[in-house]
RNA sequence: GCACACGUGGCCUAGUCUGGAUAUGGCAGCAGCCUCCUAAGCUGCAGGUCGGGGGUUCGAAUCCCUCCGUGUGCGCCA
């Protein structure tokens, strides 16, 4: 339940009530002004060309003509806005009995029929997961939990690519290198073991055209369906999956399935898309090899020939992604994919291919700017590189050392718990932090922030509000909560109430950067009325204001878990 | 070169979709606040040509054009 829409639903029809007195019948927006003017506001500009009056005169006009309201405390006219403001107490009370009798389904909205297929991550399996491409299963497993949060039934899905010459000259490697050949890695992890054998079968094909001839053979065998080459290189990017799958739970990030792209070799669904594109008026052969001509399909560039076959007719990349989405159509309603800027061409082709074959669906992307580094593009090879798991050990040694230095009253064992979920926390936070087209810099003082904007910052407020609770014990909760009115408790009162649009947002326009600034304006709301309110020597508002600290802590828990973060009850 | 995206105080960022009230927060800086529910907190101060220019509009950070800067793409790679 939205606890604000009783309240602008009463403002709505009060203002048609007026302007129609006026003679317009128009639609208006009803807003929430961001500067604090007013809680509700109805701006009467666009009404100025109907009326034929200044929108000043509008205002002043309408407010004289509100009916009596009994959820409005005031209405008035000022600078061309039609301003109410809602009654604190009735706000008070339907708000803190909507969550505290919620709990935590406050801020879900009703079960969709919809089905939704959202992939993300899904980086090759020939490394480790580094910063450049971790802003993906974040912004992934995070929409996945807003959209949830709607009511969506979303699984999420990775595409594990064990098809092409990177994965087979890593399998070819594990054959064919001696383990006491590479070098030794200081992590004792699937994906960061692998990298050496990577890097060595990488010069040794460069350098020995007898290991590239193996390589290519493997490669030819590979695509024509050989079940001992595809099992033999989809072993190894199944150790390296292993590694990142690690990786990715370390920071909370869920898949639910994963499908495999050599899949779609096996079962000759690829080669049925070559057989429906190479039918299609647009199709053109350049050497033997096949191409959609997308001249004029909002393409520019090279990019307009679209090849889906080699000159030796094996399929290419896209070709596979094509059969991945026709599957992809037949199990869900809504395909969505989060994507690296660079996939931007492919998926328009994809889009086009996809409409060629007669179907009137498209996935959703969503597409991220890359993380770079100070010093530049990250890049494996050249090592200016950053992996996700250093930043998971970093982050989690950095909240220890915080840790360490206020609560050394704890156990050893509690303080790291309490380091892990806020290391952990304080990545994916200052991740979905930013907008995902953004370009970002990755400087460690930045991703360690633990205060101010920051996932420990929320924490602390949640940590905080379980500290009092816990003092408390039991309490009376069917205290009248409409005695909550001082300016503190009426201000953390409207940030609690937003919650439900917030989700809403969040989920339907996969705006899930609101997410972050939200839970920060709820936590420095309760901070500030933490400082000047007191609850538990509240004398007889102490219950009311209990309830408050409660919906407090219920509003931040079930923000913090759409976030993919933990809720600590102290830190 | 062509295409797509991004550019908001020293640094990071909201607001841009859907034009509207004094442009949102944070970091860093300065000055305060712990006999009182955890100071990872609170309060105050200082800091802005919303990349530049032009246009549309009663009104532009927001829409259009143009220029500049940054990123990405323009493989019979994945």
């Known amino acids: 339940m939205d606890p604000m829409s009783q309240f602008r639903s009463e403002a709505k029809s009060a203002a048609e009530e007026a302007f129609r007195s006026m003679g317009v019948e128009a639609a208006f927006d009803i807003e929430t002004p961001s500067t604090g003017i007013a809680d509700l506001a109805i701006p009467c500009f666009p009404l100025a060309k109907v009326l034929r009056k200044a929108p000043v005169a509008i205002a002043q006009e309408a407010a004289g003509k509100l009916p009596a309201m009994k959820l409005v405390s005031r209405a008035w006219a000022e600078n061309g806005y039609l301003n109410f403001n809602v009654d604190k107490a009735a706000l008070a009370a339907s708000t803190v009995r909507a969550v505290l009798g919620e709990g935590p389904d406050y801020g879900r909205g009703q079960d969709k029929p919809e089905k939704v297929l959202l992939e993300h991550t899904s980086v090759n399996p020939t490394g480790p997961i580094h910063v450049g491409r971790a802003r993906n299963p974040i912004i992934g497993d995070t929409l996945a939990r807003c959209m949830r949060a709607c009511g969506y039934d979303v699984t999420t899905e990775y595409l594990v690519n064990d098809v092409g010459k990177q994965v087979v000259l890593l399998a070819w490697g594990l054959e064919h290198i001696d383990p006491s050949e590479v070098d030794a890695v200081d992590r004792d992890k699937a994906d960061h073991r692998l990298v050496p054998f990577y890097r060595k079968a990488n010069q040794m094909m460069e350098a020995d055209s007898e290991v590239a001839k193996q390589v290519a053979d493997m490669l030819v065998r590979f695509e024509a369906g050989d079940a001992e080459v595809i099992d033999t290189v989809r072993r190894t990017a199944s150790m390296m999956l292993d590694g990142i799958v690690q990786s990715l739970k370390a920071i909370n990030v869920q898949i639910d399935r994963f499908t495999w792209e050599s899949d779609f070799i096996k079962n000759g669904v690829a080669r049925q898309v070559v057989e429906e594109l190479s039918k299609c008026a647009v199709c053109r052969e350049d050497k033997g090899a096949l191409y959609l001509d997308l001249e004029g399909c909002g393409i520019?560039?090279?990019?307009?020939?679209?090849?889906?076959?080699?000159?030796?007719?094996?399929?290419?990349?896209?070709?596979?992604?094509?059969?991945?989405?026709?599957?992809?159509?037949?199990?869900?309603?809504?395909?969505?994919?989060?994507?690296?800027?660079?996939?931007?061409?492919?998926?328009?082709?994809?889009?086009?291919?996809?409409?060629?074959?007669?179907?009137?669906?498209?996935?959703?992307?969503?597409?991220?700017?890359?993380?770079?580094?100070?010093?530049?593009?990250?890049?494996?090879?050249?090592?200016?590189?950053?992996?996700?798991?250093?930043?998971?050990?970093?982050?989690?040694?950095?909240?220890?050392?915080?840790?360490?230095?206020?609560?050394?009253?704890?156990?050893?064992?509690?303080?790291?718990?309490?380091?892990?979920?806020?290391?952990?926390?304080?990545?994916?936070?200052?991740?979905?932090?930013?907008?995902?087209?953004?370009?970002?810099?990755?400087?460690?003082?930045?991703?360690m922030n633990f205060e101010g904007n920051s996932a420990p910052f929320v924490q602390y407020a949640h940590a905080r509000a379980c500290s009092i609770l816990r003092k408390a014990g039991d309490f009376d909760r069917s205290a009248d909560p409409s005695v909550l009115t001082n300016d503190y408790e009426a201000k953390l009162i409207k940030e609690l109430a937003r919650f439900p649009s917030v989700i809403e947002e969040a989920g339907e326009k996969a705006r899930i950067h609101l997410l972050p600034v939200y839970c920060h304006d709820v936590a420095s709301a309760f901070n500030q009325f933490y400082t000047y309110v007191p609850v538990l020597k509240g004398e007889e508002m102490k219950n009311a204001r209990l309830a408050l600290v409660e919906a407090t802590r219920i509003v931040l828990a079930n923000a913090l878990n759409t976030l993919g973060l933990s809720a600590p009850e102290e830190m």
Not at 305 to 323: C, E, N
Not at 368 to 382: I, N
């Open 300 to 447: 520019h560039g090279r990019g307009t020939k679209f090849f889906f076959t080699r000159s030796d007719g094996t399929t290419l990349y896209t070709t596979r992604d094509i059969a991945y989405h026709l599957n992809k159509f037949g199990r869900a309603d809504r395909a969505i994919n989060i994507l690296g800027e660079d996939q931007k061409l492919g998926q328009a082709q994809l889009a086009n291919a996809l409409r060629f074959l007669g179907k009137d669906r498209a996935p959703e992307c969503i597409f991220y700017s890359f993380v770079s580094l100070p010093e530049g593009r990250m890049s494996t090879r050249k090592g200016v590189v950053v992996y996700l798991d250093d930043l998971i050990e970093e982050a989690e040694e950095r909240a220890m050392e915080e840790v360490r230095k206020r609560r050394d009253d704890l156990p050893e064992e509690k303080m790291k718990e309490i380091a892990r979920n806020i290391g952990r926390g304080a990545v994916r936070y200052n991740i979905v932090r930013v907008q995902p087209e953004k370009q970002l810099v990755f400087k460690w003082e930045e991703a």
